[in-house]
């Protein structure tokens, strides 16, 4: 059987795999819901801490994301949009996939940080971390990580918030 | 027309090889072949949000290997919520991983931020204030310096320019985990920010930027902005002692009159009354 002449060049194989690494590899997402991981989270009118918040986000609260722009990302969120930074969102996985329609469409938002994924441009990581707690037994990690175990959720600080007679 | 499908697909891949499918291989690679070109703009690269954190977090192990940390669930709760309340509005509400107050058991009077967002505030600062919203404008204050990055500013600009020089030689060898000379110069990272925070404490420019943000984002979540001038005056009445946050200020008076000063533009809070009320509930 003789196979068509495209079949026996390289080239084309080559372009076949890369059309395949091109349409399923990480492309921003568009439209994209993402799970707020962060507590105390609110929503804000324009892409910085300076306006009045919408309103809060909890965590665990999904958003859909409309728009990137630096370090935030523009939101719906219970058909309000406004704007939420990017530390309120889990960090991406490595090697993790994004939706197809991101891809066609050209999507804004860039899941993928390079500041993140990029180990290589990194100086101080957690594996860096690990070494030095080794090196130095003495030092309270343990201790460090109650200390960030102990988490105020939204609900409750809002109680808090209402019953000092604070701004909301 | 070979050459043009070639470039075609050079150019259908550019994209995968910037962004990178698991990032880490493309990136040592490219990262690798262009390592000395590299360094130049490598050593002008600020400290990135995640490394501020993981600086903060061994700070913070650091202090507490010096400290212990005070077991009240409560209190301790209570001090996260009063410092939830200020830097939610904070210039700086949500660094890497948020804010986290802790309550450390000695009766020196002093508070510390490390970088990337943990605080603590001692037992004997604690006892100090009178009412919460002074311990809101302590941790105000400390919230302060971790939104001005004062703390992560303290390493050296030679040590930071090293450790992004040798994070970079390490790209091609990343899977083989850190380098000595990498958790080394964290280690004199950790001493720079160390002996800022603890020993000697922030410049006097720091210390008025951190307490005139302290003004501002108590005004903004509702507290009396003149708590930061009455917690200022008792320290300046105790200015003779030594050690504790004295250490770590520069001389009070002085920041005192600035406080002051600004203080009078705002409006005192109302409703103070049922802060007093569940401040004094706590047991100090």
Request: aromatic content about 8%.
């Amino acid at each position: 059987m003789r196979h068509p002449a495209f079949v026996r060049k390289p080239v084309w194989w080559l372009m076949v795999l890369g059309l395949a690494v091109w349409l399923l590899g990480p492309a921003p997402g568009w439209g994209e819901t993402l799970k707020v991981a962060q507590p105390n989270q609110s929503l804000y009118p324009s892409a910085d801490y300076a306006g009045t918040p919408i309103g809060p986000v909890p965590m665990g609260a999904e958003v859909n994301v409309v728009q990137q722009a630096g370090e935030w990302y523009k939101v719906e969120y219970q058909g309000k949009t406004g704007w939420l930074p990017r530390q309120a969102f889990p960090q991406p996985q490595t090697g993790s996939k994004f939706p197809l329609g991101g891809i066609l469409f050209g999507g804004p938002v860039k899941e993928t940080k390079s500041d993140e994924v990029a180990l290589a441009g990194k100086g101080f990581t957690p594996e860096v971390e690990s070494a030095y707690s080794q090196k130095h037994p003495e030092m309270q990690f343990a201790q460090v990580d109650r200390v960030e175990a102990t988490r105020v959720d939204d609900a409750q600080l809002q109680v808090f918030i209402k019953e000092g007679g604070l701004k909301p | 027309m070979r050459r043009h499908l070639i470039w075609l697909l050079l150019a259908m891949l550019a994209p995968n090889l910037v962004v990178g499918c698991a990032g880490v291989d493309y990136v040592s690679v490219a990262h690798s072949g262009l390592k000395v070109a590299g360094k130049a703009v490598e050593a002008s690269r600020p400290i990135s949000d995640s490394e501020e954190y993981y600086v903060g977090r061994a700070v913070a192990a650091r202090v507490l290997s010096t400290y212990p940390l005070y077991q009240d669930t409560q209190l301790t709760l209570y001090v996260n919520e009063v410092g939830q309340a200020v830097a939610r509005k904070s210039s700086r509400p949500n660094p890497y991983r948020g804010y986290h107050f802790a309550v450390l058991d000695t009766t020196e009077i002093n508070a510390f931020a490390c970088p990337g967002g943990i605080i603590f505030i001692t037992r004997g600062l604690l006892q100090t204030c009178a009412n919460e919203d002074e311990l809101a404008a302590v941790l105000a204050h400390e919230v302060g310096h971790v939104a001005n990055k004062d703390g992560i500013n303290s390493i050296s600009k030679a040590r930071w320019t090293e450790v992004l020089t040798t994070a970079g030689t390490e790209a091609a060898k990343q899977f083989a985990g850190p380098a000595g000379s990498l958790v080394t110069l964290f280690e004199g990272s950790i001493d720079d920010v160390f002996k800022t925070i603890v020993v000697n404490g922030y410049s006097r420019s720091a210390e008025a930027a951190a307490d005139q943000d302290a003004v501002n984002t108590l005004s903004r979540a509702g507290y009396d902005p003149g708590a930061m001038a009455a917690l200022l005056t008792k320290m300046a009445a105790m200015d003779k002692g030594s050690g504790g946050i004295f250490k770590t200020h520069p001389p009070t008076s002085e920041r005192l009159a600035k406080v002051k000063a600004q203080v009078t533009e705002g409006p005192p809070s109302k409703e103070m009354a049922p802060r007093t009320k569940r401040f004094q509930s706590q047991k100090l």
